[in-house]
């Protein structure tokens, strides 16, 4: 359980392409980007790209640096690790990360 005790379902981890990411809306209507790499790692971040202010993070391009999984934003195309929200091109920027766990093939996503 998170701090706050709970777990929000967003969807099925079959329902994610790899390396695509999908937005999802949880309960106290924070937006947040679900994303699945190879090997069915998922990972979630805010959906908002913290540069534009836009809710679009999950539309980003998906991919790998030097082994560091990453979104890049479709916005100005800054990259950010999908493990801690830091942005690879600007130190002094992160977005928030959640909680994520699968169960019976459900992603559930807890508080930040």
């Known amino acids: 359980m998170t701090a706050a005790g709970t777990w929000t379902p967003v969807c ?11 937005a999802a809306l949880l309960p106290n209507d924070e937006q947040v980007a679900v994303f699945r790499t190879s090997g ?3 990972y979630v971040l805010s959906n908002v790209d913290p540069f534009s202010g ?8 998906v991919g790998d640096l030097k082994g560091v999984p990453v979104v890049a934003s479709p916005m100005h195309k800054q990259r950010f690790d999908l493990r801690t929200g830091a942005c ?3 130190p002094e920027v992160t977005v928030a990360v959640y909680p994520v766990r ?3 093939g459900m992603i559930l996503v807890g508080s930040p």
């Not at 836009?54 to 391009?61: C, D, F, H, P, T």
């Open 54 to 61: 836009a809710a679009v993070l999950s539309r980003g391009i």
């Open 102 to 104: 699968t169960a019976d």
């Open 12 to 22: 099925a981890v079959t329902d994610l392409i790899p390396f695509r990411g999908a």
């Open 40 to 42: 069915d790692e998922v």
């Open 88 to 90: 690879l091109d600007d």
